[in-house]
């Protein structure tokens, strides 16, 4: 049962899936390839036939391609439109993509990223509740204005409490102090944040962040949390991007120094030369 991705002379179908694809046959003088003649791709299909060896026509871009069915029953569970806008992995703009975010959503880029952001947040969790010894707690999203560095979102207070109004967290700060204060030492949540930045095209009005906060630590001891979590939820299918522990770390003093900035990027070798003494003349 999948969504039909591909058809060729009428008798050839991919059928696709969340989990992967795999190509079936259906007899070309049979019924079901006169439905198959006028499907129109993205269809849901459910078939029923045999599994067999495709020999020497193997396909060796499928995992499946070994393998084919020989279709005994074809059943179209629900017909797309004709003439979609776009199709899952075709070149379409990022405007097109938005648009038809549920077609979009199908396509193999999409479903890796969301079960890679999935399996990761799962390892975090599971690190910092079973081997950190974390509690996660979920804060309010709805709170009272606590002016900062951005604006906020004021969401208006319904009936009877007219002119007053909640505001949308700029970040949890202020819950997870009170439970510091309140005896639970090391906390996170998977927070959603909301912040008006207006017209910045580089921020998100709403973003979620990994939040942790712990009681009676040091730098040295948040700086060994957040490595080892890291190591420890790394996605396997992602090995060769790893990377190895302990992380290097650069003093605030040395980054200005050296970079001329707090967030440089390490990436670039160069760095910045003091020539006081070899110019001192100039």
């Known amino acids: 049962m999948g969504w039909l991705a591909y058809k060729r002379m009428n008798r050839f179908l991919v059928l696709r899936d969340a989990y992967g694809s795999v190509q079936a046959t259906v007899a070309p003088d049979s019924y079901y390839a006169t439905i198959v003649k006028d499907l129109p791709y993205e269809s849901v299909v459910q078939v029923e036939g045999s599994v067999i060896d495709r020999g020497e026509n193997k396909n060796l871009k499928m995992k499946t391609g070994e393998i084919e069915i020989d279709v005994s029953k074809l059943t179209v569970l629900n017909y797309a439109t004709p003439q979609l806008p776009m199709l899952p992995d075709s070149e379409s703009s990022e405007k097109t ?160 120094r050296l970079y001329g900035s707090d967030k440089p990027d390490m990436r670039i070798p160069w760095k910045i030369e003091d020539c006081t003494e070899m110019l001192g003349w100039v």
């Open 97 to 256: 993509r938005l648009s038809y975010r549920y077609i979009d959503l199908r396509s193999n880029r999409m479903q890796r990223a969301l079960r890679l952001r999935s399996n990761v947040v799962h390892r975090m969790r599971r690190f910092l509740v079973e081997e950190a010894k974390f509690v996660d707690v979920e804060t309010p999203t709805l709170f009272r204005r606590t002016p900062g560095g951005a604006a906020e979102f004021i969401v208006p207070a319904p009936p009877p409490n007219h002119g007053r109004c909640y505001s949308l967290p700029q970040s949890p700060q202020q819950f997870k102090q009170l439970l510091m204060v309140g005896g639970i030492d090391r906390y996170f949540q998977i927070a959603r944040c909301y912040r008006d930045e207006g017209s910045k095209g580089d921020r998100q009005p709403e973003f979620t962040q990994v939040d942790l906060e712990l009681s009676f630590t040091n730098q040295e001891g948040v700086m060994t949390l957040v490595e080892n979590m890291l190591m420890s939820s790394w996605p396997e299918d992602m090995e060769d991007l790893k990377p190895i522990a302990p992380f290097p770390r650069l003093s605030y003093s040395d980054a200005m």
